[in-house]
Each structure stands twice: as C-alpha cells, then as structure tokens.
T-cell receptor, first 114, second 113 residues
Framework: GENVEQHPSTLSVQEGDSAVIKCTYS??????FPWYKQELGKRPQLIID?????GEKKDQRIAVTLNKTAKHFSLHITETQPEDSAVYFC?????????????FGRGTQLTVWP | KAGVTQTPRYLIKTRGQQVTLSCSPI?????VSWYQQTPGQGLQFLFE???????NKGNFPGRFSGRQFSNSRSEMNVSTLELGDSALYLC????????????FGQGTRLTVV
C-alpha cells in the first residue's frame, strides 16, 4: 500500500519567517495530495490540496508544490504568524481499490514564536 | 451549509463494554471514512463507506465495525473495548471519495478505563 513520510516532526520559526514541511510518498498511482492543519483540541482542517496534474498551487500565504518524478510534495508557509502554530498533516490518495482512503504522514508540530 | 457532525463528543467506557459512535456527513456527501487518532500512531484509517457499502477497510481487528444508512449517516461500533482503544475517533466526509476534498468532524474522544 501507500506509505507517506513527513519531515520534520517539529519545526520552530520566528514570526515573519517561512516554514517548509516536506512529504514523500511511495505509490506512483497517488493522484491527490491534501494538507490539513490541526490546532490543539480541534478537528483537522483542509488548508490546501493539489492534484497530480498540477505542479504548484498557492492560496495567499500558503503554497504546495508537487514533484511527481521524485514522489514528493511540500507545504510552504510565508510570513508566518503565531496563529499558524498547529500540527500539519500531509496525505495522499489514489483511486482504484483504495477509493475514499487518505494515507497520512505522521504530522509536523509547527511553533511560531512572536 | 452544516459541517460534519459527530456524536457524542466525549465517552468514558469500561473495558469489555461496547460503544457506538455516530457521524453525519455534509449534505450531499456520500462517502464517509473513519480514522483513529492517537499520539503514538497518528491518523490510522479504519474503514470507508459509500452508498451504504463498505468500500475499504484498514488493518483493525474485527471488533471495529461500521455501517452507513441510506441518508449517508454512518456509525462505527467497537465491541469488547480494550484500554488501547482510547483515542480520538474522527470521521471525514467527501462527495464520493474520488480524490475530492474530505472534511473532518470534531471527533469523539473515547476513554476506556
């Protein structure tokens, strides 16, 4: 099955700096890659996603890049703010026999210091 | 429109008991997936239902089961509870599970004592 690895597990940055979280996947059939943000005690919230026919997608201060050849994708947060502090999860999804299933990375605890 | 609703929010059960959790997806969504979240194991996939049929199942013992009703609401059941079943149980709804956005409920925090 699919295996998603996420690095780093913890990341601390100063307010205003950029943060980058990287994920790799193993199954070349994976075609959808969402990112979730989970604040303490809350539900994971979808913040951005990318499909395999696109190399990059931006939404204000966040962006995701995908390299299908290398099987990795990354989340970029610019001009970080204290409210960006949370656990971020990457995930991969493929069709076929695993429809409806997301394979998650282990998460990155991002702390933004004011 | 209303988001994904899970009930109850919190549960405390004793070892050996059984429990049923409920998930109401976003209106129009037909795919409901269940995940177990623990600090040590992260988000682990339990199963996914679409149009009242279980389409996928993760690597959990048979004590974990689920079903989906004609209105797409889903329930999961855990029988013969063990201490290790203590976790946050999350459901996610999506239109059809085919590489479409999945939205999570707030989860049910199950504590087994």
């Amino acid at each position: 099955g699919e295996n998603v690895e996420q690095h780093p597990s913890t990341l601390s940055v100063q307010e205003g700096d950029s943060a980058v979280i990287k994920c790799t996947y193993s199954d070349s059939a994976s075609n959808y890659f969402p990112w979730y943000k989970q604040e303490l005690g809350k539900r994971p919230q979808l913040i951005i996603d990318i499909r395999s026919n696109v190399g990059e997608k931006k939404d204000q201060r966040i962006a995701v890049t995908l390299n299908k050849t290398a099987k990795h994708f990354s989340l970029h947060i610019t001009e970080t703010q204290p409210e960006d502090s949370a656990v971020y999860f990457c995930a991969a999804s493929r069709g076929g026999s695993t429809l409806g299933r997301l394979y998650f990375g282990r998460g990155t605890q991002l702390t933004v210091w004011p | 429109k209303a988001g994904v609703t899970q009930t109850p929010r919190y549960l405390i059960k004793t070892r050996g008991q059984q429990v049923t959790l409920s998930c109401s997806p976003i209106s129009g969504h037909r795919s409901v997936s269940w995940y177990q979240q623990t600090p040590g194991q992260g988000l682990q996939f339990l199963f996914e239902y679409f149009s009242e049929t279980q389409r996928n199942k993760g690597n959990f013992p048979g004590r974990f089961s689920g079903r989906q009703f004609s209105n797409s609401r889903s329930e999961m059941n855990v029988s013969t509870l063990e201490l290790g079943d203590s976790a946050l149980y999350l459901c996610a709804s999506s239109l059809d599970g085919r590489a479409t956005e999945a939205f999570f409920g707030q989860g049910t925090r199950l504590t087994v004592v």
